[in-house]
């Protein structure tokens, strides 16, 4: 948990990458709050990122820089991009149109485990898009 | 980012825990919507939560389950428990007092990048506690 103090305190700012070359990024609504979804970056997906304002990830499935929105069109504008203590973690504040979730939901985060239960899950958002006539599905 | 159907629109909770048997969870303020912190989850760890109510995370610098608040008395008081699209990352919507980030900060992510700069940092937040009263550093 503890990391040096000069990563912790310093204005230094020192992304530390996993084994794989990787940090995660969550990406929030700068407006509501709301987590939209948690992607990783690698260090060329997070200098592209804070050279064009348009939030770029690395898809750990298709190996390489996903710059969200290239094909649904659903870019995040990037307002802020923070980081913590240890520096092994980034939150991007984002403006989004709608969709950010390519199930069709505004957040992929539209489900929760029931109160009741240990192993079940209900839904807490309805879709916002059609994700079929986004994507070649 | 594609999981199998089942996973992305089912009611089955199916937590997808890494090579290493973890899952990220982000730890989000159930009443401001700020995110605390980010940390790591085993399946014990998570069982845990949801039979206690309480959040408890795995420490992987120490190697063992970290009771929340166990050393700091901060202790997340879970609500809810939200889970994202292929189900391989965790929101806890929790309730804190204060004083979520062993540095003194209400958040973790009391930093963010200088809009000028692609690396350096400016502080966003001030201290709310006194690390050094509350642990043996």
């Known amino acids: 948990m503890s990391a040096p103090k000069e990563i912790e305190i310093g204005t230094k700012f020192n992304p530390r990458y996993n084994e794989q070359g990787l940090i ?23 200098m592209e990122t804070i050279a064009t304002g348009n939030a770029v990830y ?24 923070l980081t913590d203590c240890d520096q092994d973690c980034l939150i991007l504040k984002v403006e989004v149109d709608a969709g950010q979730c390519h199930v069709g939901y505004q957040s992929c985060f539209y489900r929760r485990v029931r109160p009741d239960s240990k192993d079940e899950l209900e839904f807490i958002a309805k879709p916002v898009y059609d994700p079929q006539k986004v994507y070649d599905k």
């Open 24 to 46: 995660p990024a969550i990406a929030q609504d700068a407006g509501t709050g709301e987590v939209l979804m948690v992607a990783f970056m690698n260090e060329q997906a997070l």
């Open 58 to 81: 690395y898809s750990r499935s298709r190996k390489k820089l996903w710059r969200k929105g290239e094909e649904s069109g659903h870019v995040q504008k990037v307002n802020e991009i």
